[in-house]
Every structure is written in structure tokens, then in C-alpha cells.
């Protein structure tokens, strides 16, 4: 199947641990990006990279970190995991850098911090 | 700054009568308009993207209208089903943005009831 895939589906973590939620594309997309959706239900961006550079860095604190070793594959890390942090991370691709062809996203993992 | 707003946030309606979902944006320079559906615990499905020069994209029972100077899409869901029942989120890219985001609407929770 084609798709956006996500690991872990759900993740449950007590305070101050280090974490990470990885994703692969397989459409052959040129941009990969990460989205949180908050308690409220509100999607917003946190980072963006296309061809495995960091294209789109919104106000996300320095405890999460990105990276992304091929154009296939961009992982979120997250440090010093807080109260806070708990959401749905999705991540999504585009078939180019502007989005033109629309976007794709993965099935989302919720983040539970305790 | 962009918002996007969508109106109603919840609605309820019986099987068979046709779903009319708004979104408004209050800067006009988009770049498209996506549609996503979101089911509980899962990702976002993509619906139909609209593009800036377009007024209107279908999609067997769904059609969506895009009025940029108005800063209004309008999503119809003819002949609803159960099935039907989901959040829809409605999405904007900005022409002012280099590389493409996607900015969100709060999204509306639909429920067909059988």
C-alpha cells in the first residue's frame, strides 16, 4: 500500500524520558512534515524537510529535534518529555515543495505523557 | 495573519438530507484549499484539494466551492449516510508562504444519524 506510516501508533511515557515517533513515505514525495493536534483538536505545524533539508521550523521548543536521513524517512525525537507534550503528532507528505498536489497524512501518534 | 474558521462546530442530521460545511479564511492570497476528513483515533483522509484559480472540484457525492474574495470554501455532502460521520477539517496553503504549511480550520464534527 501506498501511504504515509507511522511508528508508534500510541505511546505512553512518564515525564522527563526521551522519545521518538518515526515516519516513511513511500509515494515518492519530496516534502516531509510534521503536525500537532492539541487537546483541542487544533492541527498545526512544527517542522518541515524537503529532500532531507529542514525547510519550515515554527516555534517548537528545542527539546524536539527532526531529522530526517533520506527523503522516505523524517523522525521526531523529543527530550525531557513534559506534561504538555501530550497531543496526536501526524506526519504528512507533498509530492513537491509547495504543496500543489495537496498533502498526504499519515494515521497520527498520540503522545500520552504521565 | 491568517485564520480559518469553520462554521458550524457540530452537526447532526438524518440520513438522506445533504451536509453544507463552511470555512472562511481572512486573507485571501491562498495558495489552495484542501478538504481533509478526520475519523476518531484516526489520520486525516484527503477529500479534494482546490486549487487558487478554481472555483469548485467533485467528487462522486461531495463538492466543494472555493470564492477566494470572499475568503469562503463551501463543502456539500449530498444524500448523507452514517457512514458520512466523521470531523471534517478544511485546510489553506499561502502564496506568501515559500514553502507550503498548511494552515487549519478547528474543523466540524458531523454525526448521521441512521
Known amino acids: 500500500d501506498t501511504a504515509v506510516s507511522q511508528t508508534p501508533k500510541y505511546l505512553v511515557t512518564q515525564m522527563g524520558n526521551d522519545k521518538s515517533i518515526k515516519c516513511e513515505q513511500n509515494l515518492g514525495h519530496d516534502t516531509m512534515y510534521w503536525y500537532k493536534q492539541d487537546s483541542k483538536k487544533f492541527l498545526k505545524i512544527m517542522f518541515s524537510y524537503n529532500n532531507k533539508e529542514l525547510i519550515i521550523n515554527e516555534t517548537v521548543p528545542n527539546r524536539f529535534s527532526p531529522k530526517s536521513p533520506d527523503k522516505a524517512h523524517l523522525n521526531l525525537h523529543i527530550n525531557s518529555l513534559e506534561l504538555g507534550d501530550s497531543a496526536v503528532y501526524f506526519c504528512?507528505?507533498?509530492?513537491?515543495?509547495?504543496?500543489?498536489?495537496?498533502?498526504?497524512f499519515g494515521s497520527g501518534t498520540r503522545l500520552t505523557v504521565v | 495573519k491568517q485564520e480559518v474558521t469553520q462554521i458550524p462546530a457540530a452537526l447532526s442530521v438524518p440520513e438522506g438530507e445533504n451536509l453544507v460545511l463552511n470555512c472562511s479564511f481572512t486573507?485571501?492570497?491562498?495558495?489552495?484549499l484542501q478538504w481533509f476528513r478526520q475519523d476518531p483515533g484516526k489520520g486525516l483522509t484527503s477529500l479534494l484539494l482546490i486549487q487558487s484559480s478554481q472555483r469548485e472540484q467533485t467528487s462522486g457525492r461531495l463538492n466543494a466551492s472555493l470564492d477566494k474574495s470572499s475568503g469562503r470554501s463551501t463543502l456539500y455532502i449530498a444524500a448523507s449516510q452514517p457512514g458520512d460521520s466523521a470531523t471534517y477539517l478544511c485546510a489553506v496553503s499561502m502564496t506568501t508562504d515559500s514553502w507550503g504549511k498548511l494552515q487549519f480550520g478547528a474543523g466540524t464534527q458531523v454525526v448521521v444519524t441512521p
Open positions: 486573507d485571501s492570497a491562498i495558495y489552495n
Open positions: 504528512a507528505s507533498s509530492q513537491d515543495g509547495r504543496g500543489f498536489y495537496g498533502y498526504t
